[in-house]
């Protein structure tokens, strides 16, 4: 064999080498999803990577979202006539509501009659195997009739898997209170990920989202935090699913508590130690 022929082969396997070594090494720093785009593979992943995972590509320049505006007594939304449920909900209860109750939760689930194109009904979601999940809670209206009864218009519900909406979710909506209380008052947006759909149910076809998150500030001590959980059961700590409300903001892909200047702390970063003392 002359020189020529073996100087080919060797330089092919070290290019072999050398290409297998390359994919080695990104295989195991990125992910590529089912979109193609890859992100940074985390050897220590949270609770939270879990909850974002595949949604954490998009932003909040790159996409407008368009609903209609609601306003009831107690709380506004962003309606999706697409999604058949609200991109957000707004409302912002203070320790006078919660410390002066004047009625009781009176399930009336209802079409909701300010939903210019029509609301979801109760009965997209019989036999769907999902609650009829509250975004401003029932339990927080206690303190005015209307409030209440508006409290279960279908466009201030989601599709939530049981275990979530029993568990961690209404574990949140506890501490809501319970910060409320700590600290006069709170302003919430949540929602369901409107971007993260797994399926459609009931002859409206509402979305399920795969995910659901909430962002919180106390308004007094411009103190805030949010949170993104799974639709299903969440067995970690709440905390493992904090995030800061401007991350939120790059799934969500509108600005929250547009009221305040972008550059502030309380969006940028969340003190764990506030809120679970």
Not at 123 to 136: A, E, M, Q, T
Not at 159 to 173: A, C, D, F, T, V
Not at 194 to 209: M, Q
Not at 257 to 272: K, L, V
Request: proline content about 4%; hydrophobic content about 35%.
């Amino acid at each position: 064999m002359n020189r020529s022929v073996v100087f080919l082969i060797t330089f092919s396997v070290l290019i072999l080498f050398i290409t297998l070594l390359y994919s080695y090494t990104i295989q195991g720093t990125e992910n590529v999803d089912s979109n193609g785009l890859t992100t940074p593979i985390n050897n220590s992943k949270s609770s939270l990577d879990i909850s974002s995972e595949k949604i954490e590509n998009n932003s909040i320049e790159n996409k407008v979202i368009k609903g209609e505006e609601i306003n009831h007594t107690a709380y506004s939304l962003l309606y999706s006539e697409e999604a058949e449920q609200p991109f957000w909900v707004n409302y912002t209860i203070t320790r006078v509501m919660l410390e002066n109750p004047i009625c009781k939760r009176k399930d009336n689930f209802r079409p909701d009659p300010l939903v210019s194109t029509f609301s979801a009904h109760p009965n997209d979601y019989k036999g769907s195997g999902f609650d009829r999940g509250h975004l401003c809670p029932a339990k927080d209206m206690e303190f005015s009739e209307v409030a209440m009864s508006e409290s279960f218009y279908m466009s201030n519900m989601s599709p939530q898997h049981p275990s979530l909406n029993r568990g961690i979710w209404k574990r949140l909506e506890a501490n809501v209170r319970k910060w409320t209380i700590e600290n006069d008052s709170i302003s919430v947006y949540c929602g369901g990920l409107l971007d993260s759909i797994s399926e459609f149910i009931g002859d409206n076809k509402v979305a399920v989202p795969k995910y659901y998150y909430k962002a919180i500030l106390s308004i007094n001590d411009k103190e805030g935090i949010a949170f993104v959980f799974p639709n299903k059961k969440c067995d970690a700590n709440m905390i493992d699913y904090a995030i800061s409300i401007d991350s939120l903001e790059q799934l969500t892909h509108f600005n929250i508590f547009p009221e305040y200047d972008e550059n502030n702390n309380f969006e940028s970063t969340y003190n764990s130690d506030y809120w679970f003392k």
